[in-house]
C-alpha cells in the first residue's frame, strides 16, 4: 500500500491550491480515503473524508472552503483549498486503509 501526496506549495492568503493523493497497491474504489493536517508544535488534525461511493464530511475550520473528491479510475484523492489563510499552513496528510502519506506543505503567507 502506498500513498504519494502532491501539489503543496507556498501560497498567498486568500488563494487557492489543489492536493492530490495517488494511491496504489489497494482496491482503491473500495475504501473512504482521508486528508488530515499537521501544523508546527501542533497535533496532527481531521481535514476532510470520502467515502467510497462518494459521501464527504468535513471539519468546521474548512467546511465552505476546502472540497474533498476523488477519481476511481485515476486512484488519486483530491483536495482543492480555497480561501486559504494563514492558519491553514501545515504538511498535509492524505490516510486511505490505515495507511499514511509522505505529506505535501502548505504554507499560506504573504
Known amino acids: 500500500v502506498q500513498l504519494v501526496e502532491s501539489g503543496g506549495g507556498l501560497v498567498q492568503p486568500g488563494g487557492s491550491l489543489r492536493l492530490s493523493c495517488s494511491a496504489s497497491?489497494?482496491?482503491?474504489?473500495?475504501?473512504?480515503m482521508s486528508w488530515f493536517r499537521q501544523a508546527p508544535g501542533k497535533e496532527r488534525e481531521f481535514v476532510a473524508t470520502i467515502t467510497n461511493t462518494g459521501s464527504a464530511d468535513y471539519a468546521a475550520y474548512v467546511k465552505g472552503r476546502f472540497t474533498i473528491s476523488r477519481d476511481n479510475g485515476r486512484n488519486t484523492a483530491y483536495l482543492q483549498m480555497n480561501s486559504l489563510k494563514p492558519e491553514d499552513t501545515a504538511v498535509y496528510y492524505c490516510?486511505?486503509?490505515?495507511?499514511w502519506g509522505q505529506g505535501t506543505r502548505v504554507t499560506v503567507s504573504s
Open positions: 490516510r486511505g486503509k490505515a495507511t
Open positions: 497497491g489497494f482496491t482503491f474504489s473500495s475504501y473512504a
